[in-house]
């Protein structure tokens, strides 16, 4: 399996700032996703990231609020903007393994706590 | 009704120990089920992956998928501390349909 690995791992961010999420990935995958994961829930898909075009956001996830990149086949950007508290959570990176019935594999995620 | 159910537990038993984790869903077009472990404010682990019906083994970790009855389980013998974790189910048909996630079994296995 691909290795994922996000930058941050945790941070204390501001109310009202940004903070952009890095994904790397040690081989070229095409289907890349962005998760979020709030305290004491399951995870919700926000999008998936297209390399080259603009990406597929799920209902209730607006490119405003979470702008992705996604230059090449192996790293994407999650900008998690004008955070408030309700933002606090874990952001987790994915990829998909097309052999295996859309399988995924996470990364270590970014846990961002807002205050 | 939500899509899948999994109950969140927690589910505390003794080391050594059979678990029993278990997710139904209402999908019948799910066919690929999979099992992840999530440690503490990590990110989600892929344990075990099963296509359609039937029983997976790994090592101390069995899966079962009973599509008739729209239910899914995975066992752990021997269970040891380091088993202690969130557990998530979680399922897709295939396609470009994305995953349904279960809302995690939280275990503890007391040494």
């Given at each position: 399996?691909?290795?994922?690995?996000?930058?941050?791992s945790?941070?204390?961010?501001?109310?009202?700032?940004?903070?952009?999420?890095?994904c790397?990935?040690?081989?070229?995958?095409?289907?890349?996703f962005?998760y979020?994961?709030?305290?004491?829930?399951?995870?919700?898909?926000?999008?998936?990231?297209?390399?080259?075009?603009?990406?597929?956001?799920?209902?209730?996830?607006?490119i405003?609020?979470?702008?992705?990149?996604?230059?090449?086949?192996?790293?994407?950007?999650l900008?998690?903007?004008?955070?408030?508290?309700?933002?606090?959570?874990?952001?987790?990176?994915?990829?998909e393994?097309?052999?295996?019935?859309?399988?995924?594999?996470?990364?270590?995620?970014?846990w961002?706590?807002v205050? | 009704q939500?899509?899948?159910?999994?109950?969140?537990?927690?589910?505390?038993?003794p080391?050594?120990?059979i678990v029993?984790l278990?997710?139904?869903?209402?999908?019948?077009?799910?066919?690929?089920?999979?099992?992840?472990r999530?440690?503490?404010?990590?990110?989600?682990?892929l344990?075990?992956?099963?296509?359609?019906?039937?029983?997976?083994e790994?090592?101390?970790?069995?899966?079962?998928?009973?599509?008739?009855?729209?239910?899914?389980s995975l066992?752990?013998?021997?269970?040891?501390?380091s088993?202690?974790?969130?557990?998530?189910?979680?399922?897709s048909?295939?396609?470009?349909?994305?995953?349904?996630?279960?809302?995690?079994?939280?275990?503890?296995i007391?040494?």
């Amino acid at each position: 399996s691909a290795v994922i690995s996000q930058k941050p791992s945790r941070d204390i961010c501001q109310r009202g700032t940004s903070l952009t999420i890095q994904c790397q990935v040690d081989s070229q995958v095409t289907m890349m996703f962005w998760y979020r994961q709030q305290p004491g829930q399951s995870l919700t898909l926000i999008a998936t990231a297209n390399q080259g075009s603009e990406a597929t956001y799920e209902s209730g996830f607006v490119i405003d609020k979470f702008p992705i990149s996604r230059p090449n086949l192996t790293f994407s950007t999650l900008t998690v903007s004008n955070m408030s508290p309700e933002d606090s959570s874990i952001y987790l990176c994915s990829v998909e393994d097309g052999l295996a019935g859309n399988t995924i594999y996470f990364g270590e995620g970014s846990w961002l706590t807002v205050v | 009704q939500k899509e899948v159910e999994q109950d969140p537990g927690p589910l505390s038993v003794p080391e050594g120990a059979i678990v029993s984790l278990n997710c139904t869903y209402s999908n019948s077009a799910f066919q690929y089920f999979m099992w992840y472990r999530q440690y503490s404010r990590k990110g989600p682990e892929l344990l075990m992956y099963t296509y359609s019906s039937g029983n997976k083994e790994d090592g101390r970790f069995t899966a079962q998928v009973d599509k008739s009855s729209k239910y899914i389980s995975l066992f752990i013998r021997d269970s040891q501390p380091s088993d202690s974790a969130t557990y998530l189910c979680a399922m897709s048909a295939g396609g470009n349909e994305k995953l349904t996630f279960g809302t995690g079994t939280r275990l503890t296995i007391i040494p």
